[in-house]
């Protein structure tokens, strides 16, 4: 008897807790947010409307399609999306009163690293620490590093070139040797890990991604770094929109589901990824070797100084920089080259700025020779703006006495976001937001439009790596196009996309061949 009070009890509180407290809630609408048009019905009362759509793959597009109704939408019950490209400076600018979001607390590990911190004081201890690293007079440092990776990619796409295509005609399937979509992350893998570790992973020169998986009790395994990576992105995006209930969450998609379970399987591996990257670096550093990495940044300042950090917060900084310093880059080196081969005019304008830069026999392009071409930075930006890597609207939450933003006043605690996805799609700013037009970054104009660029977020929690990423995105795509003609495989082709917390497109096989006017050379 008193099992079934207490069971009809556990019911009827887990009822009143899920639907009648929310329903309450809702109603009473303390923030004043129900005058704001909701993402879907049950928006305004339950975040599993937005977890809904995360399993369907593309939240950004649901949220810009909601839009179009209005500036404001309310994506859950505490959470609102804004649109206008007035709200990027009231939510991420450098005088924003907003905070990241719980989001990122919920996705951290057991330390904080510099992407996820919240506290602002902590955030610029860390950021100062890791600037001098990331810092753009630091980038020649860098750049030897980028061009040995780059020069392995060209052996690799040397080795798998074609005989020129006929006019007229698609490549047959067994001429299409490149998966882009595959070589372009190895390449940003293979790159962050030299410039942040030293280490040399040879994911260029054996065409795979198969590195070392250290568990803590530091059994070891081989993996492969990008389905780990993209398992972890997977789940953890689909799940992490209630924040109260992330953890709960995990706990029940373990139970419940096979794919699930899976997926945080590769979030061990993930983690163990990490944790192997930065035992070997620390040994390399303990028997006395001298590296000049970002790994050197974390360990001690430029005089020397320790930094005297926890273990498991150097862990976490070499997490973050293999994860957001390799997927971002590789998505935008995709997206680019598959924008130029869908729109040829720009593709020929681009060549012909790049053959008058560059000497025919020269394989790897200089950073010095194409870091000013204008054309080839405005094919760069119109890519991440039509396609941003990271497209989901990075939540920030506004201080308890509440903020202006956008011209409202929204609540203390609030969640508040914008997608660069819908920003960049502003037709008041962007005319044409659907066309590849990279004739509008070029000039005064073009200068114009960088406030409202915001594939790498903007203000004091803007990307720090953004330098590294145009100079790895400038020297392989002038290299690779100086070099080769490629081709997708029919002209109508598009790649899948799934968006995690970055808008990811599956793979893209190009036949490849060599110049006519360089073989020829
Ligand atoms: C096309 C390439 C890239 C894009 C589109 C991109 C985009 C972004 C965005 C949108 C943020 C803000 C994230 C947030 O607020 O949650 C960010 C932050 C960050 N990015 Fe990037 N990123 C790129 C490349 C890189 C690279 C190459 C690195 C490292 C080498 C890097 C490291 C970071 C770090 C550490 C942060 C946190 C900065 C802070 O909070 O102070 N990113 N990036």
């Known amino acids: 008897m008193l099992g079934v009070a207490a069971l009809v009890s556990s019911i009827a509180l887990t009822l009143c807790y899920f639907i009648l407290v929310p329903f309450i809630n809702y109603f009473r ?27 369907r793959g593309f939240r950004s597009n649901a949220v810009l399609k909601a839009h179009r109704q209005s500036p404001v939408v309310r994506i859950g019950p505490n959470a609102l999306s804004f649109s206008s490209p007035k709200a990027i400076k009231d939510i991420y600018g450098h005088n924003t009163a907003c905070t990241k979001d719980l989001f990122y607390q919920e996705l951290a590990g057991s330390h904080f ?11 610029a201890r860390k950021r100062k620490m890791l600037s001098s690293a990331y810092a753009i007079k630091n980038l020649e440092g860098w750049e030897h590093k980028v061009a040995d990776m780059t020069g392995r990619m060209i052996r690799a796409f040397d080795a798998r070139c074609m005989a020129p295509l006929v006019k007229g005609q698609d490549p047959s399937q067994q001429d299409l040797t490149v998966d882009y979509r595959m070589w372009s992350n190895l390449f940003t893998v293979a790159a962050i890990a030299n410039i942040g570790l030293s280490e040399d992973l040879g994911f260029l020169d054996r065409g795979d991604d198969l590195i070392t998986s250290e568990a803590a009790d530091g059994t070891l395994k081989q993996v492969h770094f990008r389905e780990c990576l993209s398992a972890t992105a997977w789940a953890q995006s689909n799940l992490v929109w209630s924040y109260s209930w992330y953890k709960r969450f995990v706990t029940l998609s373990n139970l419940v589901s096979p794919t699930y379970r899976q997926k945080w399987r590769l979030n061990k591996d993930w983690d163990g990824i990490v944790r192997n990257r930065a035992t070997t670096r620390f040994k390399r550093y303990q028997a006395g070797e001298k590296l000049d ?19 498991g917060e150097m862990v976490a900084e070499v997490s ?31 060549r012909e700025e790049l053959d008058g830069a ?23 930006d119109e890519s991440m703006r ?8 990075l939540p920030r939450r506004t201080p308890a006495e509440g903020a202006p933003v956008d011209g409202d006043f929204i609540a203390g605690h609030t969640s508040v976001s914008i997608s ?37 977020s903007a203000g004091a929690r803007g990307c720090i790596g953004r330098n590294i990423s145009y100079l790895e995105q400038m020297v392989v ?14 002209a109508r082709w598009e790649p899948t996309r799934r968006e995690n917390f970055n808008l990811s497109p599956g793979p893209m096989p190009l036949k490849i061949w060599k110049r006519k006017c360089l073989s020829d050379a």
């Not at 050197?296 to 430029?302: E, G, M, N, Q, S």
């Not at 659907?434 to 005064?444: A, I, M, V």
Request: charged letters at 25%; a negative charge.
């Open 29 to 55: 609408d303390p923030k004043g947010l129900r005058k704001y048009p909701k993402l879907s019905f049950w928006s305004g009362i339950s975040d599993l409307p937005f977890i809904y759509e995360s399993h």
């Open 420 to 456: 660069s996805y819908i920003a960049h799609r502003d037709p008041t700013v962007f005319p044409e937001p659907e066309q590849y037009r990279p004739e509008r970054w070029l000039g005064d104009a073009g200068k114009e439009l960088q406030p409202y660029f915001i594939a790498f």
């Open 386 to 393: 039509l396609l941003p890597p990271t497209t989901f609207g």
């Open 293 to 311: 990495d970002f790994f050197t940044a974390i360990l001690h300042d430029k005089a020397g100084t320790p930094n005297n950090l926890e273990w």
């Open 477 to 490: 795509l002038a290299s690779l196009l100086h070099r080769y003609e490629f081709a997708l495989p029919h």
């Open 113 to 123: 690293h510099l992407a996820d911190v919240i506290d602002k004081s902590d955030h």
């Open 320 to 350: 973050i920089m293999m994860n957001a310093g390799s997927d971002t880059t590789a998505i935008a080196m995709n997206n680019v080259m598959f924008l130029l081969l869908k729109h040829p005019a720009c593709l020929n304008k681009l």
């Open 358 to 380: 560059l000497d025919d026999d020269e394989d790897v392009a200089p950073y010095d020779k194409v870091k000013h071409l204008p054309y080839l930075r405005a094919c760069l």
